[in-house]
Structures are given as structure tokens and as C-alpha cells.
């Protein structure tokens, strides 16, 4: 579920920027149902996020939606894990967020403004890093949030405007399995201009000028023998 919030985030936070708020939790798009939370569970296809909220503004990868239950999830009962490459549950495996302009779903968009919250689990020790990368792929800046006792929300921004967001886990208590998300939100979406790519007939002009200077050059070899 999406929510569009000024100055705080469910109560829970103050921001300085209008967010839109994932909250993940009922209703969820159709298809979509949160699957086992356990490490190295199988993820099924179901659970999958990937552009089921492009709509909303962002694009994920590598992301399952999991039953964190409660306690555990600051929004109620549901969070996101990472996906390993071998299609399991893996809470230290790199996530994205690409964004996307909301009216025009795939449209690339920038933001200068992310965050998310980690789950209610506390006292592991865990280290989650969100790093931001522009239009690019060049690395802007990171930041990163050793989990105490509860961790969100967990903020990056000051960076300038980026395109996308990995978030990466170090477990140093592997017991706990790491670290559940939940509250995505991000600021203000401005869209990417694209380059202007040519119409098919100036490709066309374009290629009959290229063959006939090619003939051109060719004539002038024969006339030199």
C-alpha cells in the first residue's frame, strides 16, 4: 500500500520532504502475497517484487515480500528480503531501487531523497548500507546503520539527485539470520531526459548517404587504376 505523507511517516518519523510511503501491507497489487521469512528459504514466484509498484515510482530488484510477522514489522506484519542468485531468501544479499516516474511507469526519475526502516529484531549488530548512484552508475555517496536495538529510519540524502539504491547487509551474528526492511519511502521524483534518438526515416536517409559515399569512393579507386 502506498501512502503520500508530509512531515512524517505513519507517525513514526519526522522527514523533510513530501514521501511516498510503501508500507507493504495490505492491499498489496495483484499477484503479490508475502511468502516465509526464514534464511534460505525457496522464494516463490509469487513473493517476487519487481515492477509491481512502477506506478507508485520505483522499480525493485532482488527484493521478496516476506512475512516478518508481528513484532518484527514496524508496519504491521510485512517486510522485504534480499534475493540470493540462487532464488532463496537472503537477508544480506544486495537489493535495488530504481526509480521511475509514477504517470509514465519505466520512465527513468531521480530523487534526492530515500529511506527505509529495518525490523524490530534489535541487538544484532548487523550493518545495512544504502548507497546512491546517479544517472551513470556512477557512486554519489552511502551511508551506513548499525542495528542496537530497532533501526529506522534509515536515510540517504545530501547527496544530490539519484537514480537508484542498493542496500547491502554485513551479518556479524549470522544467527539472526539479518535484517528484515519495511517503510520504504522517497522524495520528490523529477524524470531523466533521454537523448532523442533518430526517426526511422533519417536512419534511412542516413544509411543511403553512407552507401552512396561508399559508391562514391569506390568509382574514384577504379578511375585511379
Known sequence: MTR????????LASVAVNAALLDFEAPLPAGLAPGFLGQDAPVLPSGVITNQFADQGV??????????GDGHAPSGQNGLSGISSSGLIDYHYDMTFSFVMPATPFAPATTDYFSVWGDRAGSSRNVVTLFGFDTADNLLGSVSFTEYDTLGPMILTGIGQFRRVEITSTLYDTYTGGIGLDYVAFGE?????VS?????GSLALLGAGVLALVGSRRKS????D
Open 4 to 11: 503520500y505523507l508530509l512531515g512524517t511517516i505513519a507517525g
Open 59 to 68: 522499480i525493485m530488484s532482488k527484493v521478496a515480500l516476506v512475512k516478518l
Open 189 to 193: 521524483l523529477n524524470a531523466v531526459e
Open 196 to 200: 532523442s534518438v533518430p526517426e526511422p
Open 221 to 224: 579507386v577504379w578511375c585511379l
